[in-house]
């Protein structure tokens, strides 16, 4: 019988409890690869349209630090992969897996500025409102809420 591991609840071992939490990292990282890499390629494309070279200097900018965030966010998002290949059966999964959990709460500090950037060039250049930076405020606002407050929220309130 396994020893229970400290404060799961569960009767898992060091080892399995290592290995669910791997699993459901790795789900949660497909999730947010998806989602990067889908707005980095359409990033990608953006600077070879005619309206591009139209744009001045502040939303050219604004695109290019998007576009860094973007590559940055993805490597980032990557990174756990990379990771769990390079260490996959030296034992070392525990750490693998607090490692991977970093990199990829970095990766998503990332894809917030990265969506931020992005919606802010977008709306830029798709209206004159000086409304813009308070839409994109709200919305980084309901990112904000919906990655990390509510989660951090029920983790203080639902745990000991």
């Known amino acids: 019988m396994a020893e229970p591991t400290q404060d799961t609840g569960r009767d898992e071992t060091r080892e399995e409890r290592a290995d669910r939490m791997w699993a459901e990292l790795l789900q949660e990282v497909r999730v947010a690869q998806m989602g990067v890499q889908i707005l980095f390629g359409f990033l990608l494309t953006v600077v070879f349209t005619p309206t591009y070279r139209r744009l001045g200097d502040l939303d050219q900018a604004i695109y290019m630090v998007t576009v ?16 769990h290949r ?75």
Do not use: N, Q
């Open 68 to 83: 860094v965030l973007g590559a940055t966010a993805t490597g980032t998002l990557i990174g756990p992969v990379s990771l």
């Open 86 to 160: 390079l260490v996959s059966g030296r034992r070392v999964k525990p750490e693998a897996v607090r490692w991977a959990a970093r990199l990829t709460l970095v990766g998503l500090v990332l894809l917030l500025a990265t969506m931020t950037g992005s919606l802010l060039l977008i709306l830029r250049v798709a209206t004159d409102g000086d409304f813009v930076p308070f839409v994109v405020a709200g919305v980084v606002v309901w990112y904000v809420l919906c990655w990390f407050a509510v989660p951090m929220w029920t983790r203080h309130r639902h745990t000991d």
